[in-house]
């Protein structure tokens, strides 16, 4: 089975994640998932390609903290997170997370939080490539 | 020799991912950061995070490094 984090080149398969997640325990009752993907436009431009740099030994300490972190602070069953990096395509998936409890509440607030908690924390930088150049994507609130 | 990373917006400003800083003893990151800003003014004005040895730097604490420490000096970050 593969690692619950994971940052890797190659696309995921959410069918496979959530298969995992829900081999880790028949108790779950409830699994929120979180799929980013790359959009072909931003700030009135048209986006090609998206590119993604990382501090990757941090990056993955990091998603791994915070996957222990949610799984507490929500009484978590399990959860799981996958980032891809190198360069994608609009409409190629980025980034996966599921979260799996006994009740949805805590599935559905540990998913939120986890993405949240991945922008702020996770040493990841995204790159957007447009027919015009390219840029590198200054964060959101 | 102190091991010094850049990436993302970074890396783009300073032209480099990696630079080498020569140890001394007492040395700290915030010595690395006060040699090479001046030098790369642009790029560290985009830094907003710094990480020794993989672990992110929370206060202004002076803590002499190790020969062969890592540091990297990061913007914000953009994942996700």
């Not at chain 1, 959860?79 to 190198?86: M, P, Q, T």
């Amino acid at each position: 089975m593969s690692d619950a984090v994971r940052l890797q080149l190659e696309d995921f398969s959410q069918d496979e994640e959530v298969c995992a997640l829900r081999a880790s325990s028949q108790r779950m009752g409830g699994i929120a998932t979180f799929l980013g993907c790359a959009r072909d436009f931003s700030e009135g431009r048209d986006v090609c390609e998206i590119g993604f740099d990382a501090y990757r030994p941090m990056a993955l300490a990091e998603l791994q903290k915070l996957r222990a972190e949610a799984i507490e602070r929500f009484a978590l069953l399990d959860a799981r997170i996958v980032h891809r990096l190198g360069t994608v395509r609009a409409g190629d998936n980025i980034v996966f997370i599921a979260a799996g409890a006994e009740h949805r509440a805590p599935a559905l607030e540990a998913c939120r939080w986890m993405i949240d908690e991945l922008k702020e924390r996770v040493p990841i930088w995204k790159k957007e490539i447009t027919p015009t150049g390219e840029s590198w994507v200054t964060p959101h609130p | 020799m102190i091991k010094v990373l850049f990436f993302g917006p970074v890396a783009d400003r300073v032209g480099l991912r990696q630079i080498e800083v020569p140890f001394r003893d007492g040395l700290c990151w915030q010595d690395v950061r006060d040699v090479l800003q001046p030098q790369y003014p642009e790029a560290f004005a985009l830094v907003s995070v710094t990480a020794v040895n993989g672990e992110r730097v929370r206060d202004e604490g002076r803590m002499p490094l190790a020969d062969g420490a890592e540091i990297v000096f990061m913007s914000r970050f953009s994942g996700g």
